[in-house]
C-alpha cells in the first residue's frame, strides 16, 4: 500500500495567513501588533488588562475608568503594574504612541497590542470614558 505524496509547504505564508496574524493575532494565540477598537473593547472585557499612555492632561480630559495611566515615556518603569498573565491592550489619542508602548511592553515579555484609531474609536466601538 502506498501513500499518497504530501505536498511541499510552501515557502512564505500566504495572503490570507498574514491577513488573519495581522487581524486576529498571531498564530500562536498571542496577540497581534494592532487591533480594532471593537476588538480591544472585547479583550478588556474578557480580562485583558488597558493600558492608556497618553501625557497627565490627556488622560484627565477622559479615559476609560478601567485604564491602568502610564504614559510613554515611563512605560518600561510602569510595566511593574501588570501582570504578564493577561493580555494587554495599550491606547493613546490615535494609535501612534499606543503602538511604540505596546512595542515596548512587548519587548519587556507581555502580550501587548495597540488599539487603532485610539480612544475615540474605543468610545466609538462602546468603550466606556469618563471625563
Known amino acids: 500500500m502506498t ?3 504530501t505536498p511541499p509547504p510552501s515557502a512564505s505564508p500566504s495572503l490570507l495567513d498574514r491577513l488573519r496574524a495581522l487581524f486576529a493575532g498571531s498564530s500562536d494565540g498571542r496577540l497581534g501588533s ?12 474578557e480580562g485583558a488588562s488597558l493600558v492608556d499612555v497618553r501625557e497627565k492632561a490627556e488622560w484627565r480630559s477622559g479615559h476609560a475608568p478601567q485604564a491602568v495611566h502610564i504614559p510613554l515615556a515611563d512605560v518600561e518603569k510602569g510595566a ?18 499606543s503602538r511604540t ?13 495597540s488599539v487603532s484609531g485610539g480612544i ?3 468610545q466609538r466601538a462602546g468603550g466606556a470614558v469618563r471625563r
Open 120 to 122: 475615540g474609536a474605543w
Open 80 to 97: 511593574r503594574r501588570l501582570s504578564k498573565d493577561r493580555p494587554v491592550v495599550v491606547m493613546c489619542a490615535s494609535g501612534m504612541r
Open 34 to 45: 494592532t487591533v480594532t477598537a471593537t476588538r480591544a473593547v472585547e479583550l478588556v472585557r
Open 101 to 113: 508602548g505596546a512595542k515596548q511592553l512587548r519587548a519587556l515579555g507581555f502580550d501587548a497590542t
Open 3 to 5: 501513500s499518497s505524496p
